[in-house]
């Protein structure tokens, strides 16, 4: 991701490059981790887990710096997850937008 990428496109270029990495597994990446983990999905899903509880602890704690270093990581293996699940941030979009 671009240090000049406009704040409206974080999450779109978040996820094109999460796309990027299922596809092209490199090797020094994180998210490829995720995708080739020996615990497939559930280790994506167990990291989820984990995200949330940080997030709620820190939400608990009133500690806003915290709150939102865990929601990022929160939104990240969310993105991850529906890029397993082959769904689209235009998918989550449309259901976001399917609620007002």
Same mark, same amino acid.
């Given at each position: =991701? ?9 999450? #779109? +270029? ?15 990446? @994180?998210?490829?981790?995720?995708f080739?983990? +020996? ?10 887990? +984990? ?9 608990? #704690?009133? #500690?806003?710096?915290?709150?939102? @270093?865990?929601?990022?990581d ?6 991850v997850?529906?890029? =397993? ?8 979009? #449309? ?6």
């Amino acid at each position: =991701m671009d240090a000049d990428t406009p704040t409206d496109e974080v999450l #779109d +270029e978040l996820f094109a490059t999460i796309e990027s990495r299922k596809a092209d597994l490199p090797e020094d990446s @994180y998210t490829t981790t995720l995708f080739t983990h +020996e615990k497939g999905e559930n280790y994506v899903l167990e990291k989820l887990g +984990e995200e949330t509880t940080e997030t709620i602890l820190a939400a608990k #704690d009133d #500690d806003r710096e915290e709150l939102l @270093y865990e929601s990022a990581d929160l939104v990240y293996h969310l993105l991850v997850l529906l890029s =397993m699940k082959d769904a689209s941030l235009d998918d989550l979009r #449309d259901e976001l937008k399917a609620r007002f």
